[in-house]
């Protein structure tokens, strides 16, 4: 089977500045990354942002298995379509992250007919917006260190220093060390540890930000340490807001790439969705919203984790309601779901088809609880059996009211996506109801998270730790109780046991931990064994991944 960085290398690219042309976006607004990225200067986000917004289209998905759903891929090829039928889309996207591309993915480019391009570079490096942001992070994290050493003015408490460092690969052996080893003249031994740079607050902050002032002021507002007395110590505190900002100022700039078929995207900012929210940058959305009549974009994971995130925390602080929402599955992934093992799921079973529609029907039910339009989307693969399609589009009709579209848009890029570009579109040409949140700002952080817990995951209830529970106490009693959640948790099940595939329910939600992110402007609820800094697989991908003998790079995928 052709690769998809062959399909990639295969088709030929068109200068960035056509793509910008086709867009709308004039040559003086591009800040060139070689002849096919560009970053967009900030005099023309600004005024893009100004502008009246198109419609928004967010597509989610199932729980993920290792059977794949092509989020990613449904999302290109819809914004392909879209244009193939003569609406003016662009496509907004997350940057990819090195931790998956060397682990377990390999890259987050979309998949054959469907992706953007260049995928080498867009998986590795980009245009350095992460190295900026694990340099600012890293940065602020040696000011403590360094404030502590030079009298500690402050009085800051070194065993209560909150602000831990990052890095953009999985290593497990970073999660919890020990600093300032070797005597007096390497400053104070105390616990640290390293988070991956996508869930760093400065990660959230700068996707959350609508400009550079915004920005500066959820710098300014992170906490980072506390004194002796409990005090919060913040990043404004330690004089650090200045140098962040100057290291993130190129990194608030929006990406423009393109599709295979030409189609414009912006690329910009990468939160998880498992450990964070999940979304590309509010600069992105909006700008590119100020630009094109539809904007397809989408949220990471399944629409239980990326979508209710994109919703509760992205919409409720940038004023973003989405106008249609596409929940992606693949028959594999609901036979992996209905209990068939990997191995076989080649093999025509409606059974296990039936048996794991009930995840799909959960997330559907959930985002049509945000007042949200819903289109079923299929990805299609070569093993579906037309017994299995016919068995999954009569669930559709008589369990949720509605048409399955298969999409093809992997093998035959937008032509394979018209009609699903032709549903989205009528739906987005429909008056758009405001969005709806699931819980209001005035509701207890505990019972926020309960909420969640139960309308969303189908859980009994939540269990936190003590240690949780009175920190979520002294987050209101210090103002905070009106921050949204961002819950941390498993992408693989809407349980903690990532083993419970389907839609388990009468669980309960443990809580383990709980972090303020006073800038980005969320709690986060540290759920079951998710790590904020994720360990490598048996066998990662960076063990396939080389450069060949003309220099290119391979096992990209």
């Not at 990194?251 to 498992?274: K, M, R, Y």
Request: overall charge neutral; some cysteine; charged content about 20%.
């Amino acid at each position: 089977m052709t690769t998809d960085i062959e399909i990639a290398r295969a088709t030929p690219l068109r200068p960035i500045v056509q793509i910008a042309a086709r867009a709308g976006i004039p040559e003086v607004a591009l800040e060139p990354f070689g002849r096919y990225i560009a970053k967009l200067h900030r005099d023309f986000v600004a005024e893009a942002c100004a502008r009246d917004p198109g419609k928004l289209v967010l597509v989610s998905a199932i729980s993920p298995t290792p059977a794949g759903e092509g989020k990613t891929t449904m999302t290109v090829g819809l914004g392909d379509a879209l244009n193939r039928i003569g609406r003016r889309a662009m496509i907004c996207l997350r940057e990819p992250s090195l931790g998956p591309c060397f682990g377990q993915k390999g890259g987050a480019t979309g998949g054959g007919r469907s992706q953007v391009v260049p995928m080498e570079r867009i998986n590795l490096h980009f245009t350095g917006d992460f190295h900026a942001i694990s340099t600012a992070h890293n940065l602020l994290a040696a000011l403590i260190d360094n404030h502590i050493y030079w009298g500690n003015r402050l009085d800051i408490d070194s065993r209560r220093v909150s602000w831990r460092r990052v890095l953009d690969i999985n290593d497990r052996a970073l999660r919890e060390v020990v600093v300032g080893l070797g005597g007096p003249p390497n400053g104070f031994s105390r616990q640290d540890g390293f988070d991956i740079t996508v869930a760093s607050e400065i990660m959230a902050a700068l996707c959350l930000s609508r400009d550079r002032a915004d920005l500066e002021g959820r710098l300014g507002r992170m906490i980072v340490a506390r004194t002796r007395e409990r005090t919060p110590v913040t990043a404004r505190d330690l004089q650090a807001v200045g140098a962040m900002s100057a290291l993130l100022l190129d990194a608030l700039q929006p990406n423009l790439v393109q599709t295979l078929e030409g189609s414009p995207a912006l690329i910009h900012g990468g939160p998880f969705a498992n450990i964070a929210h999940g979304c590309n940058s509010v600069i992105a959305t909006r700008t590119a919203l100020g630009i094109a009549d539809i904007v397809v974009t989408e949220a990471g994971f399944g629409a239980d984790l990326g979508a209710e995130k994109f919703i509760d925390i992205k919409c409720r602080q940038a004023g973003l309601s989405p106008a249609v929402c596409v929940v992606v599955a693949t028959l594999r992934a609901l036979k992996m779901h209905g209990g068939v093992a990997r191995a076989d799921l080649a093999r025509e079973n409606t059974d296990a088809i039936e048996r794991g529609f009930v995840n799909l029907e959960r997330h559907v039910e959930n985002m049509r609880r945000f007042g949200l339009p819903v289109v079923v989307a299929v990805n299609h693969f070569e093993s579906d059996t037309s017994p299995e399609w016919q068995r999954f589009s009569e669930l559709c009709q008589s369990r949720l009211g509605t048409d399955a579209i298969l999409s093809r848009s992997w093998a035959e890029g937008a032509a394979g996506a018209l009609d699903l570009a032709r549903r989205v579109a009528a739906l987005c040409d429909k008056p758009a109801e405001p969005v709806h949140f699931l819980y209001p700002d005035a509701l207890p952080l505990t019972d926020k998270i309960r909420t969640i817990a139960r309308e969303i995951y189908g859980a009994a209830d939540i269990a936190i730790d003590g240690p949780a529970q009175e920190q979520l106490r002294d987050f209101e009693a210090a103002g905070f109780g009106n921050l949204p959640i961002c819950m941390a948790k498993t992408q693989y099940s809407f349980s903690t046991d990532p083993s419970l595939l389907g839609a388990p329910s009468g669980h309960i939600v443990e809580v383990r931990e709980v972090r303020l992110a006073a800038g980005a402007g969320f709690v986060v609820a540290i759920c079951g064994n998710i790590m904020t800094m994720p360990g490598l697989p048996r066998l990662p991908a960076a063990e396939r991944i080389h450069v060949d003998g003309q220099g290119r790079i391979e096992g990209l995928s």
